[in-house]
């Protein structure tokens, strides 16, 4: 580990034993080797959030944004067309992100050869896109298999379920279709986030509340979609919100970890009251709650012994 991941597993190592002095033993840390292993999957996740936030500042090469160089990255798109004064296009390249997610063999090629046209000379923009919203679906039809190729091909791991039919009821059509009507009628993403933050009274932990729960209207973006859009909006710099808990209702893998944490046999708990135990033990650690969230669900995989995961 780096220095600073050195110093970050100290400090979350007094956290924990903190919260056990003030508040309870946590009983799936009792033993030195869980302990461990749940301190470094927190440093791990907080690393790859910091990854994120890096991006903001990084210098990036151009070609990220073109999704015909081989070298198509919608992440560090973000970051370029932010920078660029193009907030929608940000925002779009955000949502290709999580919606194909990167595959572990073929990387970001369907969101590079959906984006790209597949080389046609146009781009399916978010000006194309949301001002021709009949007409990506009936192009998505027509290029799914195209997209699909030969193997290896798929969405990311937390998409795997995904379709690419354009006009199916719950196919990439109808993903971006009901996308773009969250938008609204303007076609403009920082209508909802304002009007978020006004209702928020600019608590952004609020506001990322009010944009996950709206957000439902978003066919296929389940509670690990809206959860991964919006933190990243908030690390990108797009958007002033947070998360301010984990969101266990609906999580299969941070809920396990977290029955598993706090001691909890499955038919004795609610993934609510939960909620509010993490939230208490956020309070004392010095990571959000995203990091907290994506440690938990990696380390209930293996809690004993550390193992990276990429997601």
């Known amino acids: 580990m780096s220095r600073h991941d050195e110093q970050l597993a100290h400090v979350i190592a007094e956290a924990l034993t903190s919260y056990e002095q003030d508040v309870g033993a946590l009983p799936g840390i009792q033993s030195d080797a869980r302990r461990r292993c749940l301190i470094r ?55 290709l992100f999580v919606h194909f997610g990167k595959h572990r063999l073929d990387g970001f090629r369907y969101a590079a050869e959906v984006y790209g046209r597949l080389g046609s000379g146009d781009r399916w923009s978010w000006i194309n896109v949301s ?21 290896p091909h ?21 993903v971006v ?23 928020a009274n600019g608590d952004p932990s609020i506001a990322f509340d009010i944009l996950f729960r709206s957000m439902t209207a978003v066919e296929r973006f389940g509670r690990v ?15 002033n919100v947070r998360p301010g808990r984990a969101y266990l209702v609906g999580s ?5 970890g977290t029955r598993l ?29 995203d990091t907290i969230e994506d440690a938990l669900c990696n380390w ?12």
């Open 41 to 95: 999957q927190l440093v791990a996740s907080d690393r790859r959030n910091r990854y994120v936030n890096y991006l903001v500042r990084a210098d990036l090469n151009p070609v990220r944004l073109d999704p015909l160089s081989g070298k198509f990255d919608p992440l560090k798109a973000v970051a370029l067309c932010h920078r660029a004064g193009r907030a929608d296009e940000a925002f779009w390249m955000l949502f």
């Open 131 to 151: 001002r021709d919203v009949e007409g990506f679906r009936d192009w998505m039809d027509a290029n799914a298999e195209v997209v699909r190729g030969t193997d």
């Open 177 to 199: 279709a009901t996308y773009i009507e969250w938008v609204g009628p303007t076609l403009t993403h920082e209508t909802n986030f304002l009007a978020a933050a006004a209702a």
């Open 252 to 256: 299969t893998g941070p809920l396990t």
């Open 154 to 174: 798929g969405f990311g791991n937390h998409r795997k379920y995904e379709s690419l039919s354009g006009w199916s009821t719950n196919g990439t059509g109808a």
């Open 261 to 289: 944490l706090f001691g909890v046999e499955e038919e004795h708990s609610f993934a609510s009251a939960l909620d509010e135990r993490l939230v208490e033990l956020g309070h004392y650690l010095t990571v959000g709650f």
């Open 225 to 239: 979609a809206r959860f991964d859009y919006l933190s990243m909006a908030g690390k990108l710099g797009l958007a």
């Open 300 to 311: 209930q995989k293996s809690p004993d012994i550390f193992k990276p995961f990429r997601g």
